[in-house]
């Protein structure tokens, strides 16, 4: 599967932005994982095939949403009240395994968007 992100970008303390992912297939689990600078990846946040389960790594949660509109191939990341290390670049990311959100090994990745957040 291909995977084409967008939606990154600058941003203030306690600002919202919200990234897209367009995906050439709908037989996945979708997930969005960052990569803050010198770390290691890390999984944000995942949804299954028909949105019925969603996947929150604890500092986002109740900040992050993940979604997804199988209509338009295409997965979400609303993000609020962002924080300075919520500063990352965001990959979207596909599991060929429809209802696994437990499994980081995501198999399928998109290209990166850079999001800042500055005080």
């Known amino acids: 599967v291909q995977l084409q992100a967008s939606g990154g970008g600058s941003v203030q303390v306690g600002g919202s932005l919200r990234l897209s992912c367009v995906a050439s297939?709908?037989?996945?689990?979708l997930g969005w994982f960052r990569q803050p600078p010198g770390k290691e990846r890390e999984y944000v946040a995942g949804i299954v095939r028909d949105g019925s389960m969603t996947y929150y790594r604890d500092s986002v949660k109740g900040r992050f949403t993940i979604s997804r509109d199988n209509s338009k191939k295409s997965v979400y990341l609303q993000m609020n009240n962002l924080k300075s290390e919520d500063t990352a670049v965001y990959y979207c990311?596909?599991?060929?395994?429809?209802?696994?959100?437990?499994?980081?090994?995501?198999?399928?990745w998109g290209q990166g968007t850079l999001v800042t957040v500055s005080s």
């Open positions: 297939g709908i037989n996945y689990a």
């Open positions: 990311a596909a599991n060929q395994l429809p209802y696994d959100l437990e499994s980081e090994d995501f198999g399928s």
